[in-house]
């Protein structure tokens, strides 16, 4: 789940900026689709609430797992909406924040050495890493690594098949879709109104959903059958 970059609309010669609240899925079959969406004047709990409600009344269920970038807040709202779903931190996200927080100096080491926590072989290698970075950056950044610690969901997407460990563990798959909005809406420039957008949101999903489901995404053709029977 993830929320667009705000793109702009007019309204009696006003110019307003509106932000995308985006549901993103990946069928146990291997098709990416647009789930659903909310235009909102900022990303907050109760546009992403309306969201999931939106999803729930149609019948979009059960979800194994959600990955998420780390809204404050997303995490309950989701285990209020989806019981059984799991949730799986974005690490790439984390990464990113990671090397945000660090002097220059570690700008590119820090994410180089974070990598092994999503590329091992297997949980007990990956608990490990982790526990080796944050045993070797915890001297020099003491408050952030023990935020690191204390973060929720960093590991669930070892729960699953590895053949698709390089699909869940990041919001990567709803940020190439991200990347193909932007450059189509910059194109419109700004739209005359909000049902302008909305329109052209519509016919841009029901075309990638189109798309999407002709194709299997990498992985999932390997295991779609175990997968396809965890929702039997």
């Known amino acids: ?22 549901a993103f899925g990946i ?49 309950l709202i989701i285990s209020q909406g989806y019981l059984l779903a799991k949730q799986q931190r974005c690490l790439i996200h984390i990464s990113r924040n990671l090397a ?10 820090i994410p180089e050495q974070f990598k092994p926590i999503y590329r091992a072989k297997n949980l007990e290698m990956v608990v490990q890493a982790l526990e080796d970075f944050i045993a070797e950056w915890k001297p020099k950044y003491r408050e952030i690594m023990g935020s690191l610690e204390n973060t929720d969901n960093l590991l669930t997407f070892y729960q ?20 193909e909005i932007k450059r189509q809406t910059k194109k419109k420039v700004l739209f005359p109104d909000e049902k302008a957008l909305e329109r052209y949101l519509v016919t841009l999903f029901e075309d990638y959903n189109f798309r999407q489901g002709q194709r299997t995404h990498r992985g999932f053709g390997q295991c779609s059958d175990t997968l396809e029977s965890l929702f039997d």
């Open 1 to 22: 789940m993830k929320h667009l970059k705000k793109v702009d609309y007019s309204k009696n010669n006003n110019l307003f900026k509106k932000c995308i609240h985006i």
């Open 160 to 179: 699953f098949l590895y053949q698709i460990w390089h699909s869940i563990y990041s919001t990567n798959l709803i940020e190439a879709l991200n990347k």
């Open 100 to 109: 945000s927080k660090v002097k220059r100096s570690d700008w590119a080491v």
């Open 27 to 75: 069928t146990p079959e291997g098709q990416k689709t647009v789930l659903g969406y909310e235009i909102a004047q900022n990303e907050n709990d109760a546009y992403w609430s309306t969201l999931l409600d939106k999803l729930q009344n149609q019948g979009i269920q059960p979800i194994f797992l959600v990955v998420i970038d780390g809204f404050k807040g997303l995490e």
